[in-house]
């Protein structure tokens, strides 16, 4: 595995809350589902359960905001907890069988039931995380998320890699756990608009403008190439952005 996966501190923070939370899975067994196994069997079972759930989450995620990009943020999550548990009701049915305990099919709806509850508990606290405060309008809010190595008053743009978001400003870049459309609403009312299905740009981040056939890009400060989509080409040509 890439080095570059491992310095993701998002992703570090994320196998860390694993371990933790299969940890303490592990010890209370929540309805007895590891209560027959030694307590590194049942570490074993619920880290591998989460790490399933994990996983598939980074795929779940983007995949929902894709299609659902304008859900408000309570009913996006409590929806991926539905999906989620649909995802990982069938790896605890293989390890179930697979430890000589399989699980009857007249009981599958109760296990539905109580991996929903682990999963809505899970997606909850990352709700509570992320959901964003009423903001005024000057983007303060938002400038508060921003990680203090990279805390600067010259933001250049936000983007989207998966359910994260990747700041850039003067100082660098790095990621927060947000949705975009949460960003951009919290940054209502700066000078900057949205550019691109992924991206959120800052008039003042923009070095240069370049044209490629019938293509826009929007040159950053740092020297990133910004992509203009052409839904949002007009409203950019308005507000005076392209000369």
Request: aromatic content about 12%.
């Amino acid at each position: 595995m890439s080095s570059r996966f491992w310095q993701n501190k998002i992703i570090r923070r994320d196998i860390i809350l694993v371990l933790f939370i299969g940890t303490i899975l592990a010890i209370i067994s929540p309805f007895g589902a590891t209560s027959h196994l030694p307590i590194i069997g049942g570490l074993a079972y619920w880290v591998g359960i989460l790490a399933w759930g994990w996983a598939a989450g980074r795929f779940v995620g983007p995949a929902m905001l894709r299609i659902l990009p304008k859900m408000a943020t309570g009913w996006f999550y409590l929806l991926v907890s539905v999906i989620m548990a649909v995802v990982i009701l069938p790896a605890i049915l293989i390890v179930q069988y697979v430890i000589g305990s399989p699980i009857p099919p007249n009981y599958w709806l109760n296990l539905y039931f109580m991996i929903w509850i682990i999963s809505l508990c899970i997606t909850g606290v990352s709700y509570l995380i992320e959901r964003p405060d009423k903001a005024p309008k000057d983007g303060s809010d938002f400038m508060l998320r921003i990680p203090a190595k990279i805390a600067d008053d010259t933001l250049y743009a936000i983007s989207s890699e998966d359910h994260y978001l990747r700041i850039q400003t003067a100082r660098g870049s790095d990621l927060i756990l947000m949705r975009l459309g949460d960003a951009m609403a919290e940054l209502d009312g700066y000078d900057g608009m949205q550019v691109h299905r992924s991206w959120w740009v800052a008039r003042q981040g923009i070095e240069k403008i370049e044209r490629e056939q019938n293509r826009i890009f929007l040159i950053l400060r740092d020297g990133t190439k910004v992509p203009v989509s052409r839904t949002f080409a007009p409203k950019i040509r308005a507000a005076g952005w392209l000369g």
